[in-house]
């Protein structure tokens, strides 16, 4: 498995002023120098995790997917070329665009730009958030993830599956055609969609405290109209989210408590991609059918907490203990 992580996206807009404004004030991610016709933004240690490029045809996503060496993103190389996919090594100077030490790229079977990098650049100054939050979940897990549409979606399975070695976490067949796919911890770093149309859907940033999401919503009330998704629990990967819109044609996901895999586990078939609550205008915008998102019922789970953001609660209630005893 050579892919590790889903290390940056780009994108190809004119906007730039709209999107510095976005990405900072409403993300919080921290605005970073860069040529006149781009800008790009850091979430972490990385010099940058988003850009946003002018010379890119607008509406364009690159995918910037990560490897562990020079060696690895030779062999990834060779294997595409023996299976008939074009690879193109690109030159030092869009390496260094990229902020990384060595870039391959290539084209998935519905024509998305995809990215394969080694060496991704370490910034000099700490990360400073430009709103305050506590910082974002990325590291070993990538910057987050991806959800795409494809007109042909078994053609892509078959691409991200079987050439590039993603994994299944868990999919769904009918009456919605998807696939939840992950290369490290993360639930899954892009998810493939049968629809219409070539597009990209959103991208997902997780932050790493409840609250930060809370308080990026609540910014939103002033906006509704940006609002594409309310505040809401997912089914299969446990997000607490909610989506918006953006100064492009996609959408960002803001979330907590994404939930971890690991390939022991097998994939599991989802007979509904409803959500445990909220999450109201998602599904009907990705074409769900009525039939796939049933009503909410009682589905719950617990948290998904990794330690620092999250307090255990002294004492005991006899009558809690007892209760939960009896729903196991």
Known sequence: MEIQAFGYLGLGASNLDDWAAFATSTIGMQSVDRASSMRAFRMDDRKQRLFIDRTIEPGTQVF?????????????????????????????????????????SFADPAGNRLEAFHG???ADTAFKASRDVSGFRTGPQGMGHTLLTFPDVDAALAFYKDLLGFRISDF???????????????????????APVRSMHHLLVEYYQLDDVGQGYDLLQST???????????????????????????????????KEVDDATPPVEMASVGS??????????????PSAVPDFGTRRAPVQVMEGNYQRMAGICPWWDEARSKAR
């Open 64 to 104: 910037g997917w990560e490897v562990a060496n020079a060696a690895v993103l030779d062999s990834l190389a060779a294997r595409l070329e023996a299976a008939g996919v074009a690879v193109k090594r690109e030159p030092a100077a869009l390496a260094d665009q990229r902020c990384v030490s060595g870039l391959i």
């Open 276 to 289: 445990f609550w909220g999450h109201k205008g998602l599904f009907e915008d990705i074409g769900a059918p």
């Open 120 to 122: 991704a650049h370490i």
């Open 172 to 194: 769904m067949v009918a009456p919605l055609k998807a696939y939840f796919m992950h290369v490290n911890a993360r639930h899954h770093s892009v998810a493939l969609v049968a």
């Open 224 to 258: 509704p109209e940006k609002i594409v998704a309310t505040l809401g629990r997912h089914p299969n990967d446990l997000m607490t989210s909610y989506y918006m819109r953006t100064p492009s044609d996609i959408y960002v996901e803001c979330g907590w408590g994404g």
